[in-house]
């Protein structure tokens, strides 16, 4: 036995000097990399954790297949460029000043980030052979969630421009398998977003992006690959990914004949280009992906527990979320203090902790025609200003919040007709009007300067402590006159437009540190991990109806978690669905209410103040714990959903069961659940608004964990009842004793793998 195999590697990064190659070791994964004789970075292994480097291959070149297959095709390179025999996916393509295309990248040397750093992090700094280019790819580690964060700079050490052309994030490499696998992708429109799309994964390439300027409502980008189960396994082994970015953005999947599969991604090369001036470096954005061993809950875990604990702003992701009142269905444009004191009388009465006045409050704003741009209160909606409306509201008990849309200029408003040069247009082209407004260019200055200076007076001469932050339309005519006049390359509008954003976003941030941001973009058209570092939820879908909305939500939580899929409760459903559905499917989520509560009856005021009242209670576990769907809507075209909250310590769990329809009429299966501590006692409690019987009559209200899991809670709905669904909280009692195995460690391995 040598040193290497006797030495089991901890998380965290390992280095073998003598073979330069490195393990990056979560709790459930290992990611290696290495550098070849001739100095190429390529991928190890991606998957279940190893014990020891000695499990690990000598980092080389493969044997060339043919001439058709050169090495440098069928090698994992950890970051392909554009260049020599490369014809596999590319993660880049430059272009240097003496029109040389073709790009030669080779290992310099590797930095680790000091070990107290709470994700550890491997630098690798490579450069081109012969141009002064410098390629650094980061590598950060989240132990606990066995996620890679990656991201890649550019740096010309040059005197001269190189242009950038394509530069991804990363090539992440999965391994060779004989299991089948399934590639799972969310696709949506207006009104219907995240859509769970699952195909097999066979050769050829699979593309999901948006050209649009934002993340889009059409695609996410997320995406899990999983494979068939082996014998033995239990679960589907899933690999993982999602591109912290809220611009144009481009994912990749590759799969050879071979089986070789590869996952490109980063800022689409869609229209892209970026001038690298001599000094200047430019860096694209993180893509996380992970491995999870036990299937798509798994990976769904791991990428919530990260938002939570990485990504969201430290303040505000340790609070509660509020349950708010949105006014925008009751009330749309027809917006004034009157009509919204009422309706934050009403919202009170509910329990609500925050009243939202969404769009229609400002200059000229009676209808979608008019007055963006104008971030001043419309004197003939609000004569007094907002001051008396928000003063009300705090009166109630309530924060305030405010609706924005700060990208945008409707042609009809005091700051288009004295800056008309301030949108994306070219000069030969029609400026496409889209919902009638135009686009402002936040790569300039001056206008990020205008809009910081509105919004700021606007928040600091009321007491608004959240904004809903909205973008309803996507970038059209991307041209900037004056960039290119001063030899910019306006094809960096794509990328500056979104470095626009995040900076003002920050900005206000820095200047309002208690501020909420709700991230919109027509419903979840911005719902990504890089705007999630500076909003604190996402509005999920202007769709309310409960039955898209489980279909919505169950995509959306696949990549982020519910403390930021907003939910409301509105009209859409009513009458037809009853109050308790509604309010089950919204409290999967950040709850909210959207109706016009003029029109609610005292009952329904009634049982909707109870259960935000039970909201509150359980919120902890909605937002923070950990979420299961134990029953798709997407696999069961809707009938049925399920979803499971669970505390981290499992000692509590709630859990939601919905079933739209029983046209035969008759009982369902039990539902097994999960996570639950096989040697523990549960009290079941169904959690009602109304003092109705309980459903419990005639099954056990006290169960193990084990059972809940193996045989499952008892079907507790009506035979026939349409829109059915029950609420019910598990609160462990006692443990009994632990949960011991009389077989030997090696004879349940056996028994496993067979
Ligand atoms: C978008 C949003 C809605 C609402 C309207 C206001 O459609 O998604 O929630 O704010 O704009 O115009």
Redesign the pocket.
Known sequence: MNDLSSVMMEPGIVADQGRSLWALVTEHSTYALGVTKEGLVINLHWGPRLATLADLPDPSLALTHSSHDPALTSIAEEYPGFGGLRYGELAAQVVFADGVRDLDLRYERAELLPDSARLPGLTLSLRDRHYPLTLLLRYQLDLANDLIIRSAAWRNEGDEPIRLERAFSAAWHLPHSFASRTLTTLAGQWVGESQIQRRPLVAGTALVESRRGITSLNAAPWLAIESEPMPGQLAPEVYFASLAWSGNWMIRVNCDVTGKTTVVGGISEHDFAWQLAAGETFTTPDFVAGFADDGLNGARQRLHRYVRETVLPTSQALQPRPVLYNS?EATTFDVSEQGQIELAELAARLGVELFVV??GWFLGRVS?TAGLGDWRPDPRKFPRGLGPLIERVHDLGMAFGL?VEPEMVNPDSELYRAHPDWVYAFPTRARSEARNQLVLNLGREDVRSYLFEALNRLLTEHSIAYL?W?M?RPISEPGWADYLAQGGEARELWVRHTHGVYALMDALRAHHPSLSIES?A??GGRADLAILRRTDQV?TS?NTHPEARLLIQEGFSLALPARVMGAWVTDAGRGQVPLAFRFHVSMLGALGVGGNLIHWSAEEMDEAASWIAIYKQIRHLVQDGEQSWLLSPHATRGQFAAVQYTSQARDQALVFFFRRDQVFGGSHSPLRLCHLKPNALYRIEPLRALPTASPLQGYPTVLSGAALMATGLPPLLDNWQTHASYLVKLTEITVLSTWRTHLPEAERYDRTSS
């Open positions: 925008w969404d769009d979608d609706w809903k909205d309803n919109c027509s419903g509005w202007d």
